[in-house]
């Protein structure tokens, strides 16, 4: 079975600082990566995934991850962060061959100005 | 830009009451899934629907739950006799080509079961 682990609850930056959202996966076989961003009483939109490829993966909105399969994370990027990427932030996994996707957690981001 | 509806975006409910929770996928997507997310918790998979079938389902899916689509465009999640501990956020999600491909989720519906 896999899992996903998001070991922050919240994660504070300042605006215009590095943001970095934490995730380590398991699961068997190569996976399937993916984060999502979801806003207050809004569902959960496709930030960006890793397939196979290049480890650093690039998403919308300035957001990227990079896949170290060694460590087993994907850790959620920004180099610069917007008091608009104030969100909640799920990473989620799921095998290749199989469509469901487990979620982590989540992590609470506060952006402050 | 295509994207999932779900409708109600909430219900309240009785406890032992029938809901049918109804979701729109993105055209031409054959993949499509329910999850769910207790307040404060996880999102949670449910049940998997392909080719007018379920893929897979998980243990939160009982014989309380259904789902099926059955006017080939909207795919509903029923639950028949509701319980308290059912009160959560139920996502739908649409899938156009089998799992390199991103899930797009729909709104949400929020169930409240009084």
């Known amino acids: 079975a896999q899992s996903v682990a998001q070991p922050e609850d919240q994660v504070n930056v300042a605006e215009g600082n590095p943001l970095t959202v934490k995730c380590t996966y398991s699961v068997s076989g190569n996976p399937y990566l993916f984060w999502y961003v979801q806003y207050p009483n809004r569902g959960l939109q496709f930030l960006l995934k890793y397939i196979t490829g290049d480890n650093l993966v690039k998403g919308s909105y300035g957001f990227e991850a990079e896949f170290n399969k060694s460590q087993t994370s994907f850790h959620l990027k920004k180099p610069s962060a917007l008091v608009s990427d104030s969100a909640l932030y799920f990473c989620?996994?799921?095998?290749?061959?199989?469509?469901?996707?487990?979620f982590g957690a989540g992590t609470t981001v506060t952006v402050r100005a | 830009e295509p994207e999932v509806t779900q409708t109600p975006s909430h219900q309240v409910t009785q406890m032992g009451q029938e809901v049918i929770l109804r979701c729109v996928p993105i055209s031409n997507h054959l993949y499509f899934y329910w999850y769910r997310q207790i307040l404060g918790q996880k999102v949670e998979f449910l049940v998997s629907?392909?080719?007018?079938?379920?893929?897979?389902k998980s243990e939160i899916f009982d014989d309380q739950f259904s789902v099926e689509r059955p006017d080939g465009s909207n795919f509903t999640l029923k639950i028949r006799s509701t319980k308290l501990e059912d009160s959560a956020m139920y996502f739908c999600a649409t899938q156009g080509l089998a799992g390199s491909n991103e899930q797009f989720f729909g709104p949400g519906t929020r169930l409240t079961v009084l």
């Open positions: 989620a996994v799921s095998p290749v061959n199989d469509y469901k996707l487990s």
């Open positions: 629907f392909y080719n007018n079938e379920i893929s897979e």
